[in-house]
């Protein structure tokens, strides 16, 4: 078997029978399958068509799974092996029943704060672990945290982890894979390293994008975004959308400082923050919200729209008087 998304229902792929092709990743497939040595239901993750000869990828699943290894949490995806198989590298997780929070945000989004807060909590304790034992994940974003029906969030995909023991794989080399600029950090768009303020930018932008229904910043491609991560104004929860108080707003904002000094200074810092969101000090709104008003006067979107309504009706007047001559 040299071509992995070749895998058919039923096919044996070393001691594992396919039972369904799950998704497909940014650099691999997933499939259900059977453990045909323990009758266990598994997940096995192998690369896909673009990146099977990547030598770097056996390296990069056995990492994954020692990461998954190091951590015991019921937010944390737990990790059951690796191998290879006729030269083809694969990874063994335990098989989660739920759906993705892409899914959720999809049909769900914006959904009430207390629903959207709650969620994000449990994530943040599993990052607190995670942060704890000096493992960064750095590809936080809805596609990697599967929600069970009882509502608990699993945190997967350890591919472009940071581990203490791991300096050799920086996140530049690694970018290239890393998909969607949604939810990367200024500091990784960059390339940067990244530390744990890194994942709480992340988790910033996924809870605006559970309580408005989309990223903070949103553009035609990849660039536009990644230029608005860098200098674009941080937008105002509160003002963009109804019903959100200024503290969970003040929260988002402080999650999505550019300046990582300027963020939460770890996951704990962060927890107690929103284990007391009424305490919150909301100052940090109008700080954040600098950028745009130093924007010049003629671009504010006040302007910009009285602009437009003056122009419009210039353009009627003009009209109604050809009109009148004509006729
Ligand atoms: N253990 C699992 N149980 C259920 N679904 C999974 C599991 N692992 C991965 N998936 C699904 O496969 C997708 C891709 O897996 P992921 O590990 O993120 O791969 P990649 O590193 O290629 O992004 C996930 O978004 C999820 O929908
Ligand atoms: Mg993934």
């Known amino acids: 078997m040299s071509n992995s998304s070749m895998l058919q229902i039923s096919d044996q792929f070393d001691h594992f029978q396919i039972r369904q ?8 497939d997933i499939y259900r399958a059977y453990d045909l040595l ?66 959720i945000v999809r049909t769900s989004a914006p959904m009430p704060p207390e629903e959207a807060i709650s969620l994000i909590r449990k994530i943040a304790d599993g990052l607190a672990h995670c942060h704890d034992h000096e493992i960064i994940h750095r590809d936080l974003k809805p596609e990697n945290i599967l929600i069970t029906s009882d509502g608990q969030p699993i945190i997967i995909d350890f591919g472009l982890a940071l581990t203490k ?9 690694l970018s290239a894979a890393a ?20 994942d709480i930018y992340a988790l910033g932008v996924m809870l605006f994008e559970l309580l408005t229904g989309n990223p903070p910043y949103t553009g035609d491609n990849n660039m536009v975004i990644m230029a608005q991560h860098l ?7 509160d003002k963009v959308k109804e019903g959100i108080s200024p503290q969970i707003a ?17 996951m704990h810092a962060l927890i107690a923050e929103l284990d007391n969101l009424d305490a919150i000090d909301v100052s940090i709104l109008e700080r954040a919200t600098g950028a ?21 009706l210039i353009i009627i007047v003009i009209l109604a008087l050809i009109l009148q001559k004509i006729h």
């Open 21 to 28: 092709h799950m998704a497909k990743g940014g650099m691999s």
């Open 38 to 103: 323990n009758g266990q239901e598994v997940v096995l993750k192998i690369p896909d068509r673009m990146s099977i000869g990547d030598p770097a990828q056996f390296e990069r699943f056995q990492r994954e799974l020692e990461v998954m290894r190091t951590l015991n949490h019921p937010a944390i995806q737990q990790g059951l092996g690796s191998g290879r198989y006729n030269n083809t590298p694969y990874l063994v997780t335990g098989l989660i029943d739920g759906q993705s929070m892409r899914e």
């Open 165 to 173: 023991g791991a300096h050799r794989v920086t996140y530049a080399n």
């Open 179 to 198: 998909g969607t600029p949604d939810y990367m950090a200024p500091e990784q768009i960059e390339g940067h390293r990244g530390d744990q303020r890194t």
């Open 231 to 237: 200098k674009g104004a941080i937008p105002r929860l």
């Open 250 to 266: 003040a929260f988002v904002a402080k999650c999505l400082q550019r300046n990582p000094n300027d963020r939460y200074a770890d």
């Open 292 to 312: 745009a008003a130093a924007a010049p006067f003629w671009r504010s979107p006040v302007f910009v729209s009285i602009g437009s309504a003056i122009l419009l």
